[in-house]
């Protein structure tokens, strides 16, 4: 049986294939985030505020359409979050990185 873990590192490594850190870097308000989140709550009684509307607050769908994809397979949905949180965790770091070599981008925009 696979692991949560082995679940989400195997699903980082396929989008990491598919999306580059330029692709990443470019999620600067917290995108990658509030999608996992959605995906990470879909099917509970919790839900995701979305100012900037990346989370319809009545289908609980997200805007590039992940909720609906996995919908209906709740563990495949789970390690997407889990990758998602992974990617945005590597572009803090990337951000934090370049700041500390005086750059002047911000690891986080307030919303």
Known sequence: MKTGLKLIKRERKHNAQKFTTKHDDAHMCGDL??????LAVYGTDAHVLDALNRVDAKTRFDKW????KYAKNRVKMLAVAGGLIAAEIDRFLRCEQ????GHKQKATRDL
Do not use: F, I
């Open 33 to 38: 985030a509030v999608v996992a989140a959605a």
């Open 65 to 68: 359409g992940l909720t609906r």
């Open 98 to 101: 370049r700041s500390k070599r």
